[in-house]
Nanobody
Framework: EVQLVETGGGSVQAGGSLRLSCAAS????????IAWFRQAPGKEREAVSC????????YDSDSVKGRFTNSRNRAKNTVNLQMDSLRPEETAVYYC????????????WGRGTEVTVSS
């Protein structure tokens, strides 16, 4: 059974940093695009960053470019999201999701990890 488990959430002051990790079981990152999403209270879920295994490129939303870094650890089968210069409006539950190559939708989702940024 495919599982995605996010860790690394927590509370930080504005301007601080957090590093999220997404561990995958029964899934190869070579066959899936892996993305980070977030959902703030009362808002719709939004995409934050995606690593596309097809073209080996990372796509970040404009709001996080230059501050968030998406990386993979092949040996551990994890994907990490380094978040720097965090802002209060980025308080949200962060999810990782996997999309099989060629699919239109994300097939698998983690349960999320909560990030709170205080001003």
């Amino acid at each position: 059974e495919v599982q995605l488990v996010e860790t690394g959430g927590g509370s930080v002051q504005a301007g601080g940093s957090l590093r999220l990790s997404c561990a995958a079981s029964e899934l190869s990152f070579d066959d899936y695009a892996i993305a980070w999403f977030r959902q703030a209270p009362g808002k719709e879920r939004e995409a934050v960053s995606c690593f596309d295994n097809m073209d080996q490129e990372t796509y970040d939303s404009d709001s996080v470019k230059g501050r968030f870094t998406n990386s993979r650890n092949r040996a551990k089968n994890t994907v990490n999201l380094q978040m720097d210069s965090l802002r209060p409006e980025e308080t949200a539950v962060y999810y990782c999701a996997a999309r099989r190559s060629g699919a239109n939708e994300y097939n698998y989702w983690g349960r999320g990890t909560e990030v709170t940024v205080s001003s």
